[in-house]
């Protein structure tokens, strides 16, 4: 059974640091790309960041330079750093995993299978 949990999330000022993590669980991490996503209130779920097995990380243009993905292999743990947190970074922050070698070309969250619960990222001037 696959399962993604978050957490990590939490209140900061602007120019702040968070990191989440995901636990995830279900298949091996070279079978599975996995990725980061955020959601605002009355939005669609967008893309921050996904990765693939072995292959470099992709970022949305709003975050690049200021969040990095990263996954450790060993105990099949997704994390986010993210840095100099700017008040539009608040939404909440969902892991996702497709069950895929490659990321599909213009990825979206409408490719991605399975999801975790959530956790709340709140940035304040």
């Known amino acids: 059974q696959v399962q993604l949990v978050e957490s990590g999330g939490d209140s900061v000022q602007v120019g702040g640091s968070l990191r989440l993590s995901c636990a995830v669980s279900?298949?091996?991490?070279?079978?599975?790309?996995v990725g980061w996503f955020r959601q605002f209130p009355g939005k669609g779920r967008e893309g921050v960041a996904a990765?693939?097995?072995?292959?470099?990380?992709t970022y949305a243009d709003s975050v690049k330079g200021r969040f990095t993905i990263s996954r450790n292999e060993a105990t099949g743990t997704l994390y986010l750093q993210m840095n100099n947190l700017k008040p539009e970074d608040t939404a909440m922050y969902y892991c996702?995993?497709?069950?895929?070698?490659?990321?599909?070309?213009?990825?979206?969250?409408?490719?991605?299978?399975?999801w975790g619960q959530g956790t709340q990222v709140t940035v304040s001037s």
């Open positions: 996702g995993a497709l069950r895929r070698p490659l990321l599909p070309v213009g990825w979206s969250a409408a490719d991605f299978e399975y």
């Open positions: 279900g298949f091996a991490g070279t079978s599975a790309c």
């Open positions: 990765i693939a097995p072995y292959r470099f990380p």
